[in-house]
């Protein structure tokens, strides 16, 4: 099986296998820093508003009552699917 590679991917294998690659200090401190940073990064939440039409908003919350997830999850939810490409929209 042939993987497509690009450029920076094999500049990468390039120097990794010329043994041009180094291991830093402390790697596993290192290690941990990142991790953290990723969480953090990805536990962050930013509040917004949009205006949805009460018609929506009343259905949501009926359906959230029906599943026991607030409406605000399923909005979430369905914000990180589509972000995802783990469903479409369709306008």
């Known amino acids: 099986m042939s993987i497509d590679l690009t ?3 094999n500049e990468i294998i ?3 296998e010329t043994d041009n690659a180094k291991s ?3 790697v596993n401190n290192e290690i941990s820093r990142y991790t953290n940073m990723a969480k953090e990064y990805i536990s962050k939440k930013k509040a917004i508003s949009i205006r949805l ?3 929506d ?3 949501l919350k009926q359906r ?3 599943t026991g997830i607030s409406y605000q999850n ?3 939810s369905l914000v990180h699917q589509y972000t995802h490409n783990q469903i479409k929209a369709v306008l």
Do not use: H
């Open 64 to 66: 959230a009552l029906t």
């Open 14 to 16: 390039e120097y990794v």
């Open 7 to 9: 450029q920076e991917e």
């Open 74 to 76: 399923i909005i979430q």
């Open 53 to 55: 039409p009460e018609s």
């Open 24 to 26: 830093v200090p402390n």
């Open 57 to 59: 908003i009343y259905l």
